[in-house]
Nanobody, 122 residues
Framework: QVQLVESGGGLVQAGGSLRLSCAASGRTLSSYAVGWFRQAPGKEREFVAAISWGGGSKYYADSVKGRFTISRNNAKNTVYLQVISLKPEDTAVYYC???????????????WGQGTQVTVSS
């Protein structure tokens, strides 16, 4: 099994930026495709971005294209989500998830972190 821990969230003003991290332990993260999701209060969880095992393929939700960048450093067992030009509607708990065999916006990822709160003030 792999354990995931997100960090890097916080309170920022609109237009600001953050770098979220998803650190893995227990198994090497290179064995997993990783996705980022978010859930705002009163809303369903939604897909944000995903990255393939070696980092060669990346996928984004239309709402974040051009503002969010997913990357990974397998040597550090960490996946990142760089977020810029933040908007109040980006406010949510951000989760990372990992799956050994599948990748995508609708993949039922096997492993999930506990989430990190991102709050964007207007």
């Amino acid at each position: 099994q792999v354990q995931l821990v997100e960090s890097g969230g916080g309170l920022v003003q609109a237009g600001g930026s953050l770098r979220l991290s998803c650190a893995a332990s227990g198994r090497t993260l290179s064995s997993y495709a990783v996705g980022w999701f978010r859930q705002a209060p009163g809303k369903e969880r939604e897909f944000v971005a995903a990255i393939s095992w070696g980092g060669g393929s990346k996928y984004y939700a239309d709402s974040v294209k051009g503002r969010f960048t997913i990357s990974r450093n397998n040597a550090k067992n960490t996946v990142y989500l760089q977020v810029i030009s933040l908007k109040p509607e980006d406010t949510a708990v951000y989760y990372c998830a990992a799956d050994a065999n599948r990748i995508g916006s609708h993949t039922p990822y096997d492993y999930w972190g506990q989430g990190t709160q991102v709050t964007v003030s207007s």
